[in-house]
């Protein structure tokens, strides 16, 4: 994670912040990215996606506010976006 804020400068860092949202019929929940496997072609009738997630944290300025997200699962969502998998 980032040691001097790239916007001010500062070194008054808030490391590995979780990153929470409200949804109207939830209470918080974490940010997240999906990338969902393809639908093959010939599958069998019950059939669900492989899914890989990647969670956020964050770190933030805490002179400026400036925040920068990082993946928690970045190699598998990679790979999984390389394959071809996609947001649904
Ligand atoms: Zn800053």
Redesign the pocket.
């Known amino acids: 994670m980032i040691q001097t804020?790239p916007?001010?400068g500062?070194t008054e860092i808030i490391p590995d912040q979780g990153i929470l949202a409200y949804q109207e019929d939830r209470d918080r929940c974490p940010v997240f990215a999906m990338l969902f496997e393809p639908t093959p072609e010939k599958h069998p009738l019950l059939w669900a996606p492989e899914v890989v997630r990647a969670d956020f944290r964050a770190a933030i300025?805490g002179?400026?506010g400036?925040a920068q997200l990082y993946a928690s699962n970045a190699p598998a969502l990679l790979q999984a976006y390389k394959s071809g998998w996609t947001i649904k």
């Open positions: 804020c916007s001010c500062s300025c002179v400026c400036y």
